[in-house]
């Protein structure tokens, strides 16, 4: 029998895709989560064999932040990550972050099925439709790596804003946090970018991941 725990925000998601694995013979929805906090919990609760992670979930609690989390405490639990997006952008931190999967949540019921026993199997689920995606990704970043490490150059509140931003709070969120103005937060976040040299929020998310700067 599958273990599996669902963790998705919208609670029709999570009784509707309850509804389509209990009725599987090998496969049981053991406990489902509403953020990234609930899911790690969850995880740690039932060892399940798959969680189903949604991508975006509330500031701070984001899928992208739980997965490399779960994936480093729970190794023995495969993720499988479940989106509305078919986010290029996405599909390659995830996997990097230790996800074994990357479904959408519009994909055919029998899909989801087999992409579960898939991971579940130790194999790893792209849809179809982002597999050419992740090709070129990785023949992008095949070979790249700095050998300097930028982090100590962060200034105390680049230092402070930079974990805030990778847990999806705005800018006037930060702002209020931190009692500065918008438009201080929207300059350190450019500076921050730019001296860790990262293009993307999902770049800075994992970096962040690797230098441990996200509790939860």
């Known amino acids: 029998m599958i273990k599996l725990v669902i963790a998705d925000d919208h609670a029709v998601v999570r009784s509707g895709f309850s509804m389509i694995l209990n009725y599987q013979s090998d496969m ?25 992670l949604d991508l975006s979930m509330p500031p701070g609690e984001s ?7 779960i994936s480093e405490d729970y190794p023995d639990t495969k993720i ?9 952008e996405y599909l390659f931190h995830v996997l990097k972050n230790g996800a074994s999967g990357y479904i959408l949540k519009n994909a055919p019921d029998e899909e989801l099925v087999s992409a579960i026993r898939t991971v579940y199997s130790g194999g790893t689920y792209i849809h179809p439709k982002m597999a050419t995606s992740l090709v070129k990704e990785f023949v992008k970043n ?3 790596a700095g050998t300097d490490d930028p982090f100590k150059i962060l200034s105390k509140r680049e230092l402070e804003i930079l974990p805030l931003v990778a847990k999806g709070y705005g800018n006037k969120e930060i702002a209020e946090k931190l009692f500065i103005s918008v438009k201080t937060v929207e ?5 921050i970018m730019e001296k860790l040299s990262l293009k993307s929020r999902p770049e800075l ?8 700067l996200l509790n939860f």
């Open 63 to 69: 899928g992208l932040i739980a997965t490399g989390k």
């Open 205 to 212: 998310v994992e970096y962040a991941l690797k230098k441990k």
């Open 80 to 88: 499988l990550i479940l989106t509305m997006y078919d986010d290029e």
């Open 28 to 52: 049981e929805v053991v406990a489902t989560a509403a953020d990234g906090i609930e899911a790690y919990a969850m995880v740690g609760k039932h060892q399940p064999d798959v969680l189903l």
């Open 187 to 191: 300059a350190h976040k450019a500076k």
């Open 142 to 144: 095949d070979g790249v």
